[in-house]
């Protein structure tokens, strides 16, 4: 959720980046950048099909049971279909939410820090569709699909059980390894979910 775009593109348009490192496999591709002295460890999703969902949803969940359950994560988290803002709340319990990504049907969706900064979550999602889809008679949307959270590990474990969640995605943690100090990027996956699971 955190990231914008493919990984190549976000640094291919970074002038600032001086790209570390670039692992690719059959469902991801990992870049490793420093800008502006920070070093970023950013996970794309290659999903083209039920099979590449999958497989991408088993090797997120191995990284995410590999971890010391004290530990403490930020993860991406998609949902298995769009789901109230109490509902989000209830599931996310326990942890931190910093964003919401909501679906809106037909007028595209978007993504939004937590808690609002300004009125309720409805009112910030409506002021969002208006400034940034030019959208000035929005009324409703169809739900959030996806949060990023941070908690600790034995949370974000539990989470991953629930119902209406599809995955808890933690990203490319084996690379703190090598770069102890670097922030974990990745993005959700609810588009590819729509796609190739529903």
Same mark, same amino acid.
């Given at each position: ?26 469902? &991801? %591709?990992? *870049? ?8 970023? #460890?950013?996970?794309?999703?290659? =999903? +083209? ?72 979550? &409805? %009112?910030? *999602? ?8 030019? #959208?000035?008679?929005?009324?409703? =949307? +169809? ?56």
């Amino acid at each position: 959720m955190t990231a914008k775009g493919s990984a190549v593109n976000t640094t291919e348009n970074c002038a600032q980046c001086n790209v570390l490192k670039q692992i690719e496999s059959d469902v &991801e %591709q990992t *870049v490793v950048f420093e800008k502006r002295g920070k070093i970023v #460890i950013l996970t794309e999703p290659r =999903i +083209e099909n039920m099979e590449d969902l999958l497989a991408y949803k088993s090797q997120a969940m191995h990284r995410l049971n590999s971890l010391p359950p004290e530990s403490f994560q930020t993860a991406s988290v998609t949902f298995i279909g769009p789901l109230t803002i109490e509902e989000v709340e209830k599931i996310l319990d326990g942890v931190d939410i910093r964003r919401l990504r909501f679906v809106s049907k037909p007028f595209g969706g978007g993504e939004l820090s937590y808690p609002p900064v300004t009125g309720n979550m &409805e %009112q910030s *999602v409506t002021k969002y569709m208006i400034e940034h889809n030019g #959208i000035d008679d929005f009324r409703l =949307i +169809e739900g959030y699909v996806a949060a990023e959270i941070q908690g600790a590990t034995a949370v974000l474990q539990s989470i991953q059980k629930k119902a209406h969640v599809f995955l808890v995605d933690v990203g490319a943690i084996e690379m703190h390894k090598e770069y102890r100090e670097a922030t974990i990027m990745v993005d959700d996956i609810y588009y590819r979910y729509e796609k190739y699971a529903q």
